[in-house]
């Protein structure tokens, strides 16, 4: 017997939305509901393999529901903002996977499914209707049945019977006694599950029970019958779908149908179930889909073919008064091979070179090429254009794949967003920089890190012996189940967090048993130190290039959200400073030649700096401007002293301040009780009242855009403001005041990237940028152009982004990364 599966669209965003917690793609656009939307669908695909599939949405509006009760669904709370964001995104997955999409006006899903469950089982079709609402219960008979999208149980006559007592045709009758919360049927006030069912199982029905009325034999419940009558019909009106009148004909069915594969509405259509037939996907528009959405693993699984890969080239500066005119679309496989033709066009500054990518672009045409067309690598000129920095920055994707279009819908977003400076000044000079970096890479001492790699096995193996010996045995440190056993049962530990498969050992679990018992720490050294070894002592030396002995990672100029560098293959921004074990990581990135130094220049305090110049508190501009110690001015105020501790204090309070941390948060990171957190934070608050105005400022501000910005304009989406969950509207607040910091120091550095490279550059110096890590750039250069490099560099950085306090630029050089001694040469 074939299968007709019909998919409840509302209910399973629902569930899918609140199955997965938070998650957005690096431009803030929410995609929680449709990864889980889209996990549902291809589990129900691949594991059922039906022959039909439909899915059907509540159409905007009234129903007759509404029109007969005020105040049905009254108490559902409005859809989330974030859900509400990922619809149209949900329909446009569902269409591209040639799924038809149904709506009817005046009608909910389960309406709709209800015709389309009855006239597929009439036709000899084994139906599913996928949901887990309650009321589509009722429809369940020898070929209807209902799937549940997230337990995938399958619910027949049988289980149905089991679970509520009462066949399936009875459940309008069920909730016309009890009512649903969620969509506010009233049901009869004091008649519960137990009653009601009971109730039902011997009148049959509740015109029965309320013909029959004087034979309940509860006198209470009796009254309440009574009392409820009206709300007991009513109700079961409600929860009745309609009878077998709603559509027609199904050859000739007029619903509100999504065309395939576009997604766009087109007013009514002829439907028919030959639609439903479950078809192949549109897997070039699937896989431009999970771009757009940033779903790696799921784009790697469709067998789309690729797009060509094209390099746009056009005037990038016309005659006053004159259209730019058509670019010239260059197949850039084709363009590698053979450069000499478009020669002119890329090295000109006269010619905007465009499209996706464009650092990789840069690295592969300055490579000089083998082979039969082996020629000189070609040093491409600016302008650029990028579309994905260009996406990033507008956080939109182009609905055209075409490249002239694309090109002109980014200028026209960047103009309107106010972004085009921030991209034509900041962004696209950078392209070539990093590029720069990545071909210089950094040199690496791979004899060091294979006996750091020993000494490392070495502790590891003594904590080891250690742990083992506090625990009463050994066992296997890296299995968080054995673990949990060892903690929770052994040690009687108590429980701080429960999760799917057990009790969890975690970093934030292991914090909290800390003082509890003296193997936590030693558990933590261990996990620390293990990490440490295999993603970098073990792992870098197998990255380095063998041309040139040198490692070589990747920059991505818009991998954070804020605007912040990020680095992969390898990731070395998360190198830690602070421990003794990150250091010694460090003292691996060295000067490859004898006469060569490392030169660090690292911005100090820099957002503390821009903190006080957004929020022109008084007292933290002028600790500032007069070159006081900003930790030991917080100390003062939270201790009337300073002493190093309470410095260490005060510097930990300022800093959390920026990153929204709260009384809890930072009575976990002193190690202190929430009270004596929150007076600290209280006292800050107190000193530093217009850092307390600028971020209720800042976070009411992004209640109502959505959004927030930083000093050139970078702007990023903050979903969750309006949320009903607490951690993720707390989460949301805390984003919506860090970001305008963290970001507009992101862009402060960028901006001093690109003048420096520009002054190396004029100036013929042989030195060279090799990595930029959060807050610090790091150079190699000739030690005799020591005295040239450190004011050049350092006048750079601090006069990057005036600000209304200074801005201070630490420097510090020698062998390595780690041993460093400050340096004012010049300064």
Same mark, same amino acid.
């Given at each position: 017997?074939?299968?007709?599966?019909?998919?409840?669209?509302?209910?399973?965003?629902?569930?899918?939305?609140?199955?997965?917690?938070?998650?957005?793609?690096?431009?803030?656009?929410?995609?929680?509901?449709?990864?889980?939307?889209?996990?549902?669908?291809?589990?129900?695909?691949?594991?059922?393999?039906?022959? !039909?599939?439909?899915?059907?949405?509540?159409?905007?509006?009234?129903?007759?529901?509404?029109?007969?009760?005020?105040?049905?669904?009254?108490?559902?709370?409005?859809?989330?903002?974030?859900?509400?964001?990922?619809? *149209?995104?949900?329909?446009?997955?569902?269409?591209?996977?040639?799924?038809?999409?149904?709506?009817?006006?005046?009608?909910?899903?389960?309406?709709?499914?209800?015709?389309?469950?009855?006239?597929?089982?009439?036709?000899?079709?084994?139906?599913?209707?996928?949901?887990?609402?309650?009321?589509?219960?009722?429809?369940?008979?020898?070929?209807?049945?209902?799937?549940?999208?997230?337990?995938?149980?399958?619910?027949?006559?049988?289980?149905?019977?089991?679970?509520?007592?009462?066949?399936?045709?009875?459940?309008?009758?069920?909730?016309?006694?009890?009512?649903?919360?969620?969509?506010?049927?009233?049901?009869?006030?004091?008649?519960?599950?137990?009653?009601?069912?009971?109730?039902?199982?011997?009148?049959?029905?509740?015109?029965?029970?309320?013909?029959?009325?004087?034979?309940? *034999?509860?006198?209470?419940?009796?009254?309440?019958?009574? @009392?409820?009558?009206?709300?007991?019909?009513?109700?079961?009106?409600?929860?009745?779908?309609?009878?077998?009148?709603?559509?027609?004909?199904?050859?000739?069915?007029?619903?509100?149908?999504?065309?395939?594969?576009?997604?766009?509405?087109?007013?009514?259509?002829?439907?028919?179930?030959?639609?439903?037939?479950?078809?192949?996907?549109?897997?070039?528009?699937?896989?431009?889909?999970?771009?757009?959405? @940033?779903?790696?693993?799921?784009?790697?699984?469709?067998?789309?073919?690729?797009?060509?890969?094209?390099?746009?080239?056009?005037? *990038?500066?016309?005659?006053?008064?004159?259209?730019?005119?058509?670019?010239?679309?260059?197949?850039?496989?084709?363009?590698?091979?053979?450069?000499?033709?478009?020669?002119?066009?890329?090295?000109?500054?006269?010619?905007?070179?465009?499209?996706?990518?464009?650092?990789? $672009?840069?690295?592969?045409?300055?490579?000089?090429?083998?082979?039969?067309?082996?020629?000189?690598?070609?040093?491409?000129?600016?302008?650029?254009?990028?579309?994905?920095?260009?996406?990033?920055?507008?956080?939109?994707?182009?609905?055209?794949?075409?490249?002239?279009?694309?090109?002109?819908?980014?200028?026209?977003?960047?103009?309107?967003?106010?972004?085009? $400076?921030?991209?034509?000044?900041?962004?696209?000079?950078?392209?070539?920089?990093?590029?720069?970096?990545?071909?210089?890479?950094?040199?690496?001492?791979?004899?060091?890190?294979?006996?750091?790699?020993?000494?490392?096995?070495?502790?590891?193996?003594?904590?080891?012996? @250690?742990?083992?010996?506090?625990?009463?045995?050994?066992?296997?440190?890296?299995?968080?189940?054995?673990?949990?056993?060892?903690?929770?049962?052994?040690?009687?530990?108590?429980?701080?967090?429960?999760?799917?498969?057990?009790?969890?050992?975690?970093?934030?679990? &292991?914090?909290?048993?800390?003082?509890?018992?003296?193997?936590?720490?030693?558990?933590?050294?261990?996990?620390?130190?293990?990490?440490?070894?295999?993603?970098?002592?073990?792992?870098?030396?197998?990255?380095?290039?063998?041309?040139?002995?040198?490692?070589?990672?990747?920059?991505?100029?818009?991998?954070?959200?804020?605007?912040?560098?990020?680095?992969?293959?390898?990731?070395?921004?998360?190198?830690?400073?602070?421990?003794?074990?990150?250091?010694?990581?460090?003292?691996?990135?060295?000067?490859?030649?004898?006469?060569?130094?490392?030169?660090?220049?690292?911005?100090?305090?820099?957002?503390?700096?821009?903190?006080?110049?957004?929020?022109?508190?008084?007292?933290?501009?002028?600790?500032?401007?007069?070159?006081?110690?900003?930790?030991?001015?917080?100390?003062?105020?939270?201790?009337?002293?300073?002493?190093?501790?309470?410095?260490?204090?005060?510097?930990?309070?300022?800093?959390?301040?920026? !990153?929204?941390?709260?009384?809890?948060? &930072?009575?976990?990171?002193?190690?202190?009780?929430?009270?004596?957190?929150?007076?600290?934070?209280?006292?800050?608050? @107190?000193?530093?009242?217009?850092?307390?105005?600028?971020?209720?400022?800042?976070?009411?501000?992004?209640?109502?855009?959505?959004?927030?910005?930083?000093?050139?304009?970078?702007?990023?989406?903050?979903?969750?403001?309006?949320?009903?969950?607490?951690?993720?509207?707390?989460?949301?607040?805390?984003?919506?005041?860090?970001?305008?910091?963290?970001?507009?120091?992101?862009?402060?550095?960028?901006?001093?990237?690109?003048?420096?490279?520009?002054?190396?550059?004029?100036?013929?110096?042989?030195?060279?940028?090799?990595?930029?890590?959060?807050?610090?750039?790091?150079?190699?250069?000739?030690?005799?152009?020591?005295?040239?490099?450190?004011?050049?560099?350092?006048?750079?950085?601090?006069?990057?982004?005036?600000?209304?306090?200074?801005?201070?630029?630490?420097?510090?050089?020698?062998?390595?990364?780690?041993?460093?001694?400050?340096?004012?040469?010049?300064?």
């Amino acid at each position: 017997m074939e299968k007709l599966f019909l998919i409840d669209g509302n209910a399973v965003a629902y569930r899918a939305f609140f199955a997965i917690k938070s998650l957005a793609t690096s431009y803030g656009q929410p995609t929680n509901a449709v990864l889980g939307f889209l996990n549902i669908l291809n589990r129900i695909i691949r594991e059922t393999a039906p022959d !039909y599939l439909a899915c059907a949405f509540d159409s905007p509006g009234e129903t007759f529901r509404h029109r007969a009760f005020a105040e049905y669904k009254v108490n559902r709370p409005g859809m989330p903002e974030e859900l509400a964001s990922q619809l *149209s995104l949900i329909k446009e997955v569902i269409s591209a996977h040639q799924i038809p999409i149904l709506e009817q006006p005046g009608l909910e899903a389960d309406d709709i499914l209800k015709d389309l469950a009855v006239m597929g089982s009439e036709k000899g079709l084994e139906v599913y209707i996928v949901t887990a609402d309650k009321d589509l219960l009722q429809l369940v008979s020898d070929r209807i049945k209902v799937f549940h999208p997230q337990t995938y149980e399958i619910m027949d006559r049988e289980k149905v019977q089991e679970r509520f007592g009462l066949p399936p045709e009875k459940i309008p009758d069920l909730m016309a006694l009890t009512g649903d919360s969620i969509d506010n049927i009233p049901g009869v006030k004091g008649i519960g599950d137990k009653t009601a069912i009971s109730l039902i199982q011997r009148f049959g029905s509740i015109e029965n029970l309320y013909h029959c009325l004087e034979e309940v *034999s509860s006198e209470v419940v009796r009254q309440k019958l009574v @009392e409820g009558k009206e709300s007991a019909f009513l109700s079961k009106r409600l929860a009745t779908l309609l009878p077998l009148i709603t559509l027609g004909d199904p050859e000739r069915v007029a619903l509100r149908i999504y065309p395939l594969p576009t997604g766009e509405r087109q007013g009514e259509g002829e439907l028919n179930f030959d639609s439903f037939r479950l078809q192949d996907p549109d897997k070039p528009k699937l896989a431009e889909i999970y771009r757009r959405l @940033e779903f790696r693993k799921l784009l790697k699984g469709v067998d789309a073919e690729p797009a060509t890969d094209f390099l746009l080239l056009l005037p *990038s500066s016309p005659p006053r008064g004159e259209d730019k005119g058509e670019g010239e679309v260059v197949d850039f496989s084709a363009l590698l091979q053979n450069p000499e033709p478009y020669l002119s066009s890329l090295t000109s500054p006269d010619v905007l070179k465009a499209g996706a990518n464009l650092k990789d $672009k840069l690295h592969q045409l300055s490579s000089p090429r083998g082979g039969e067309d082996e020629g000189e690598g070609v040093n491409v000129s600016p302008p650029f254009f990028d579309f994905n920095i260009a996406a990033a920055l507008c956080e939109k994707q182009a609905p055209s794949a075409e490249p002239e279009a694309t090109l002109h819908f980014y200028q026209n977003e960047l103009e309107t967003q106010n972004l085009t $400076k921030l991209f034509e000044e900041v962004e696209m000079p950078l392209l070539p920089v990093l590029a720069k970096m990545e071909e210089a890479g950094v040199y690496l001492d791979i004899p060091y890190l294979q006996d750091l790699g020993q000494h490392f096995d070495e502790v590891l193996k003594n904590l080891e012996s @250690e742990i083992f010996h506090l625990s009463g045995q050994p066992f296997n440190l890296n299995s968080p189940a054995q673990l949990s056993i060892i903690l929770f049962e052994n040690l009687k530990l108590p429980v701080v967090k429960k999760t799917k498969t057990g009790f969890s050992t975690d970093s934030s679990v &292991l914090d909290t048993l800390m003082p509890l018992h003296p193997v936590i720490p030693l558990i933590l050294n261990y996990r620390q130190i293990a990490k440490l070894n295999s993603t970098y002592v073990r792992a870098l030396p197998e990255l380095v290039s063998p041309e040139d002995n040198r490692l070589h990672t990747t920059f991505n100029p818009v991998g954070a959200a804020t605007g912040r560098l990020s680095s992969e293959k390898p990731n070395l921004q998360n190198i830690p400073l602070a421990t003794p074990e990150g250091g010694s990581i460090r003292r691996a990135f060295c000067r490859q030649n004898p006469g060569d130094i490392l030169c660090s220049f690292d911005y100090s305090q820099i957002e503390l700096r821009i903190l006080a110049h957004l929020s022109g508190d008084n007292l933290l501009v002028n600790a500032f401007q007069e070159d006081r110690d900003i930790h030991t001015e917080t100390a003062r105020i939270l201790f009337n002293s300073s002493s190093p501790e309470q410095r260490r204090i005060a510097k930990t309070v300022n800093f959390g301040i920026i !990153y929204g941390m709260s009384a809890f948060g &930072l009575a976990k990171e002193l190690r202190i009780s929430p009270e004596e957190a929150q007076n600290f934070i209280t006292a800050y608050f @107190e000193k530093y009242a217009g850092v307390k105005d600028f971020i209720d400022r800042t976070i009411e501000s992004a209640r109502e855009k959505g959004c927030v910005a930083t000093l050139l304009g970078r702007r990023r989406s903050i979903p969750g403001m309006n949320s009903r969950r607490a951690n993720e509207r707390l989460l949301a607040e805390r984003l919506a005041v860090n970001t305008p910091i963290q970001g507009s120091a992101a862009d402060i550095i960028k901006i001093a990237m690109v003048k420096i490279d520009r002054d190396l550059t004029s100036q013929k110096l042989r030195g060279r940028m090799i990595l930029q890590i959060h807050d610090e750039l790091l150079f190699e250069i000739p030690e005799t152009e020591k005295e040239v490099w450190i004011p050049l560099v350092k006048d750079a950085m601090e006069k990057a982004l005036p600000l209304s306090v200074p801005v201070k630029v630490s420097v510090k050089s020698g062998r390595n990364w780690q041993d460093m001694e400050g340096c004012n040469v010049g300064a």
